[in-house]
């Protein structure tokens, strides 16, 4: 298990959101709350606070990219989330940690440490 941190979630669907939520609580990291859409993504990002963050890649029909690109300017570690019938993620982002729908606690965690060690 990796050190605790404290972890961003950025999801549409608000009963994933919680799953998530309480996946990360049992892996013993803290949530730094959730967003669900890229609008309130940039403002928590703009406001940090967070070890990392989780993107869903779509949020309502709009990709995430504007707040990948803006973790990415902060320094800040994310991992993507998709359900896999989205297109491919921007070269920039293609080595970036992905979580796999439908979530398990046993893909979430080695994603984290992933996504901390990368």
Known sequence: ???PRTILIVED???IAMMLEDFLESLGHGCAGSCESVAEALEAVEKGGFDMAILDVNLGG???WPVAEALRARGIPFAL???GHVTAPP???E???TLAKPFTIDRVEPVIAATLAG
């Open 62 to 64: 709009e990709p995430v």
């Open 81 to 83: 989330a998709t359900g």
């Open 95 to 97: 080595a970036t940690p």
């Open 91 to 93: 070269a920039d982002f």
């Open 1 to 3: 298990m990796t050190d």
């Open 13 to 15: 669907e608000p009963l």
